[in-house]
């Protein structure tokens, strides 16, 4: 580069006394590169800057020299200073790769878990924080804050970014050890209007029987319990209360309904991603306006290495909206669909033991009003607030015997 920039001569020495002319160049500190000899002459680069010393030296031992300029840099930029493409693309260049490293092309999730990627991913989307976002406009406080205060298996978050990636690192809790000797004290209360079927209890005193009737929030199980001697004291009430109870749900379903069915069309667009930036690749056709949008990417690589280009698909499925009448057959149907799946999300950690079905119809569609009779857990924890004696009050001395 050194010589492209200051210009350098390929010179070619004959003639005289060679070895003297080169030894006395050697002595004067002038930097040959290339030297070779062949057919009694001798060839060499030299600066440009040493050309007067060399041809000093080669007069005083009668060498004949022949220079000829290699091309330069100034030459070179000179040669090609009406082409205005090039500087152009550098300029473009040099912008694309400072816009490429500063905004975010990837968003890594290290060191979770417990806690999901697809949720944290979440929180940031929250923040304006997603592919394409602009790095230095991002406050990283901020985002890990928020992620805190979103996600609670998380302890620690850290943020930071390496070129366009952008690296999320968490530290989740540790799990909390179950209290065993200093427990909340509290009681077991009635979450329905039951009938008791059985107890399973681990700490407390047990305030109804079996077969008895109680009210919702009636207390079944307290956590005030005597010892022997006679002495209070408050504990952490632990068990399991069954009981059968009454629940009632409505399910409605109108006549005339609207239904989206897809007519079977699909209209495809393709972008070059290019950095985050869609490039659209063929022109935008006419997609309506009812329709599902699914999208998809696919990246280039370059030796096994995922590049930041690829292309971006966009595929709509057009559908229809129209209204349809139902008979009281088919209302019947849904209903019974509802129903199930009801039962299948709701009441799947219970006894159902029976139940009633109430139908009313009228113009506008089919209502059912289901009375469930169930067994199931009835009892819920409610804390027994103990009020703290005051250790700044003076304590009273026992008065004497008179």
């Known amino acids: 580069m050194e010589q492209r920039l200051r210009g350098e001569y390929d010179v070619s020495a004959s003639g005289g006394s060679l070895y003297r002319f080169i030894n006395e160049m050697q002595q004067a500190g002038i930097c040959c590169r290339g030297q070779r000899c062949f057919g009694g002459n001798y060839c060499f680069r030299v600066f440009s800057r040493c050309r007067d010393d060399v041809e000093g030296l080669a007069k005083k031992h009668g060498v004949t020299l022949e220079f000829t300029p290699r091309a330069t840099l100034a030459q070179l930029l000179h040669r090609y200073r009406f082409r205005l493409g090039i500087p152009i693309g550098f300029l473009l260049a040099g912008a694309l790769l400072f816009y490429g490293s500063n905004i975010v092309l990837n968003v890594e999730v290290t060191g979770n878990e417990k806690a999901q ?58 799990p909390e050890p179950e209290m065993v000797e200093e427990r909340i004290p509290c009681n077991i209360i009635s979450t329905q209007d039951a009938q008791i079927t059985g107890f399973t209890i681990g700490c407390g005193q047990v305030m109804r029987l079996v077969g008895d009737g109680v009210q919702k929030g009636e207390l079944l199980v307290s956590g005030i319990v005597t010892d022997p001697s006679g002495h209070l004291g408050v504990r952490h009430a632990m068990g399991s209360v069954t009981g059968i109870y ?46 599902r949008k699914t999208t998809s990417y696919r990246w280039f690589s370059l030796m096994g290495k995922e590049l930041p280009v690829g292309i971006y698909m966009e595929k709509f499925y057009a559908y229809e909206r129209h209204l349809t009448a139902l008979t009281p057959l088919d209302a019947a149907v849904n209903l019974q669909e509802q129903v199930q799946r009801y039962e299948e999300n709701f009441l799947s950690e219970v006894k159902i033991i029976s139940s009633e079905t109430e139908e009313i119809r009228t113009e506008e569609g089919l209502t059912w009003n289901v009375v469930y009779t169930l067994e199931g857990e009835i009892g819920t924890t409610q804390e027994v607030y103990v009020r703290d004696a005051d250790p700044t009050a003076p304590r009273q001395k026992p008065q004497e015997e008179s």
């Open 117 to 174: 990627t697809a949720e944290i991913l979440a929180v940031l989307e929250e923040q304006k924080v997603v592919r394409g976002s602009w790095i230095p406009s991002i406050d990283f406080a901020a985002c890990e804050h928020a992620i805190r205060a979103q996600v609670d298996e998380l302890a620690w978050v850290g943020m930071r970014h390496t070129g366009n990636r952008l690296v999320v690192e968490v530290m989740e809790r540790t």
């Open 246 to 291: 009454t629940q009632t749900e409505t399910f409605c379903c109108p006549f005339v309904q609207e239904i989206q069915e897809e007519t079977g069309e699909v209209s495809k667009r393709q972008y070059l991603d290019l950095f985050s930036w869609h490039i659209p690749l063929e022109p935008k056709s006419d997609i309506g306006e009812n329709f």
